[in-house]
């Protein structure tokens, strides 16, 4: 013991305050990097719950907005299959013989449905009896009309969905 503390006699005194300098640094970094680390994990910890508190929520969302779509679309489909028995009500057979339903006609609706362009000059061609009549024509308009009026719906719902999840979002991030 006594040659130990011989030694330490023959060392400068600014080398303890070095050495004193050193481990206050050290402990000062030990400690810092000690709260960061805490800091951290509580902010992990606070994100997983909310998201999870925004999951178990836009799960809801979900089941909330598919359930009023699926519920929707079946009543526009009952709509949209009652107006096509209903066809005949409205336009009877008389009104299909006495209208003509021009080969012009049926290639403008037919391009217009496909989306593509028609040729600007009309031929001879287009002014014969196309063979379809005004009751087919009423009866694919409403398959078609209902068809969009599905689109429709669907975007609604879809909007819905994500104004709810976000809304979801919103509050979770809040609290």
């Known amino acids: 013991m006594m040659a130990v503390l011989g030694m330490l006699r023959i060392v400068p005194s600014w080398c303890y305050w070095i050495l004193a300098?050193?481990?206050?640094?050290?402990?000062?970094e030990i400690h810092g990097a000690g709260r960061v680390?805490?800091?951290?994990?509580?902010?992990?910890?606070?994100?997983?719950?909310?998201a999870q508190v925004v999951t178990a929520g836009q799960d809801v969302v979900l089941r909330q907005v598919v359930t009023n779509y699926v519920d929707r679309v079946k009543t526009i489909t009952v709509q949209g299959e009652t107006r096509i028995k209903e066809v005949p009500i409205y336009v009877t057979a008389e009104d299909d013989a006495a209208c003509s339903i021009n080969a012009g006609f049926v290639r403008m609706w037919n391009a217009a449905n496909a989306g593509a362009t028609i040729s600007p000059d009309p031929?001879?061609?287009?002014?014969?009896?196309?063979?379809?009549?005004?009751?087919?024509?009423?009866?694919?308009?409403?398959?078609?009309?209902?068809?969009?009026?599905q689109l429709e719906e669907q975007l609604i719902k879809l909007q819905d969905a994500v104004s709810g999840i976000q809304a979801v979002a919103a509050t979770a991030a809040s609290k």
Do not use: F, I, M, N
Not at 37 to 50: F, I, L, N, P, Y
Not at 131 to 145: F, I, K, N
């Open 21 to 28: 300098l050193v481990v206050l640094c050290l402990g000062c």
């Open 37 to 50: 680390q805490a800091k951290w994990d509580a902010e992990k910890r606070s994100a997983q719950t909310v």
């Open 123 to 149: 031929g001879g061609a287009d002014e014969a009896p196309s063979g379809v009549s005004l009751s087919d024509t009423a009866a694919q308009h409403d398959r078609e009309a209902t068809y969009t009026h």
